[in-house]
């Protein structure tokens, strides 16, 4: 397993540095080879995570390690549909270093399969934390585009170009998607907890900065949906709400210890 996953770091290493140097260079040729590569670093990933599962007997997202790496995953496949359903390869120099990164940080964590805690053994829990790696995974692609949209700009890019109205517009759809899972999220997690420990809602930290992330991007879209605004001031906002994501993510296990920090997952 080890083989499979390090053979996946490496091969979503090589996809961005290629993906990076296809942009930069505008070569087609390159953004093939890239396809190519992520494509089978997919398919390593996807195997290590078919023979965990099958070695822990269950789905392989009930700790940190599993639950980054199938963040990881989730990035890669929204990705590919993306670029295959919008035919723009910036999905892909968003999604393939957002892999990369995530799937880095996982690598770094205990991977030791053990069994699950009494109160995973749920129904929930293959909606509510299959939801939220999905969900990050958009959020992190779309911030990977705001990066890209500033970044344009810099170069002198104008922001009335087709392109970079491209840009715009499939970060705000992937906000729209992820903000549409992480409310699955938050209210399957309720009904869980309730159920695991007789209430609703705890102020736990991991679900309190998960509802400040809502709230976040719930404003992002008012911003976009009542005031019409659009280009750089909301690429602003999709990288601020990324940092809260990966907060929500990483920072609330390491510095705020609560009711989920044996699972690590949601």
């Not at 392989?60 to 990881?72: C, I, R, T």
């Not at 999604?95 to 995973?120: G, H, T, V």
Request: glycine residues 8%; aromatic residues 14%; charged residues 10%.
């Amino acid at each position: 397993m080890n083989i499979l996953l390090f053979a996946a770091l490496i091969l979503y290493f090589a996809a961005t540095v290629l993906q990076f140097t296809a942009a930069a260079m505008k070569k087609p040729a390159l953004h093939t080879a890239a396809r190519l590569v992520l494509l089978a670093g997919f398919a390593a990933h996807t195997a290590f995570t078919v023979w965990r599962g099958i070695a822990a007997g269950r789905l392989p997202l009930a700790n940190q390690f599993e639950f980054a790496s199938g963040f990881a995953w989730a990035a890669v496949v929204l990705g590919f549909l993306l670029r295959h359903r919008l035919g723009q390869e910036g999905i892909l120099t968003a999604a393939a270093p957002a892999a990369f990164l995530i799937l880095s940080y996982a690598a770094f964590q205990p991977r030791d399969i053990k069994e699950l805690m009494p109160a995973l053994r749920s129904t929930w829990f293959a909606l509510h934390i299959g939801s939220a790696a999905f969900s990050y995974a958009a959020f992190a692609i779309a911030g990977g585009l705001g990066v890209s949209y500033l970044a344009k700009l810099r170069r002198g890019t104008e922001e009335t170009e087709p392109g970079m109205k491209q840009l715009d517009y499939m970060g705000y759809r992937l906000i729209c998607l992820g903000f549409l899972l992480l409310t699955v999220v938050i209210f399957s997690g309720a009904i869980w907890a309730e159920q695991a420990w007789s209430s609703w809602w705890s102020w736990d930290p991991k679900e309190t900065w998960a509802l400040i992330t809502w709230i976040f991007y719930a404003i992002y879209l008012h911003q976009r949906l009542r005031l019409k605004w659009q280009g750089k001031r909301m690429a602003i906002l999709a990288i601020v709400a990324l940092v809260l994501v990966l907060f929500t993510f990483a920072g609330v296990n390491l510095l705020l210890p609560g009711l989920h920090s044996y699972a690590s997952a949601g």
